[in-house]
């Protein structure tokens, strides 16, 4: 089966020649028909008619009417292939650096953790060293498993906070001198 299309003047079109499905365009008057059964035709309009039809269905299509760019403003500007297409690539754009982020944080959380990056022990410059639950865990255990001191037996002391007294960030200091053999108390 072939697919057929007549065409000619509009005198010239007779319905009865024509083949169900088939189209037909006048050219004097761009005038368009279809046969839906042998001798019945259906006028869809004409050319000019369906020119908006024609045009919406390119920015539906593609995102351009008559080839020039769907405005912002129009129906059509987030509903066509062009729009989605530009979305598309914007989302694995975003996707990639979600990817990226998601690794920095996952190093992160394992030196905040443990201690380490990837397997290897966090460096002094950055800013997770010294401040991973490991190191704050060893430090308890360090705390936890000395006792109080004694004359005997090194331990945990309080400063009385006048003959020794600490320093917000844990410097010890003493207003006690020993002048000859004398304790002399500043």
Known sequence: MAIQMRRGNRVDFDPNKMMPGEWAIALDTETIWMCYAPGRCVEVGSVSSLLPWIREAEAWAVGTKDGEPVVITDPQ???NAKYYAENAADSETNAAASEVNAKDSEENSEAWAV???NGT???????QYN?????????AAAIVGIGIATTSVAGIVKPDGSSITVDPDGTIH???RIVGKKVVVD
């Open 77 to 79: 500007y987030e509903n």
């Open 115 to 117: 201690g380490t990056k």
């Open 121 to 127: 022990p966090v460096p002094p410059t950055d800013p």
């Open 131 to 139: 401040n991973s639950a490991k190191d704050w865990a060893q430090a």
């Open 174 to 176: 003493t207003n006690i």
